[in-house]
């Protein structure tokens, strides 16, 4: 029987990505450049959450997410003026385009 691990914030790994300090000058497409490097890499969506964007980033498969998280975790993007990514699993995975 597979136990699901839970990570220290208390969500358990999903396929989808929540990416966090991408500062205000990140675009999509430098964002996406990152993570298309990783397997299994399907979508992306950019929100602005009081001003500092925020990324979901959804994978085919859990495995795929967790090795761009590990391997992206802490990276800085050419244009942050922040410390670099802070990735989480997302607390739901992304609803598929219909």
């Keep these: ?3 699901k691990k839970i ?3 208390g969500v ?10 991408l500062g205000p000058n990140c ?3 430098e964002l996406e450049q990152a993570l298309s490097q990783y397997p299994g890499f399907n979508a992306l969506k950019i929100r602005a959450r009081g001003g500092m964007p925020v990324a979901f980033a959804d ?11 590990d391997g992206l ?4 993007l050419p244009s942050s003026d922040r410390r670099g990514l802070v ?3 997302a607390r739901s ?3 598929k385009p219909d």
């Excluded at 358990?12 to 300090?21: D, E, K």
């Excluded at 975790?73 to 800085?76: E, M, S």
């Design 7 to 9: 990570e220290e914030d």
């Design 27 to 29: 675009s999509e497409e």
């Design 59 to 69: 994978f085919e498969e859990v495995e795929q997410a967790t090795a761009a998280k």
């Design 12 to 21: 358990a790994p999903c396929s989808t990505l929540f990416i966090a300090t």
């Design 1 to 3: 029987e597979k136990v």
């Design 73 to 76: 975790q802490g990276a800085t």
């Design 87 to 89: 990735i989480e699993y």
């Design 93 to 95: 995975k992304m609803r």
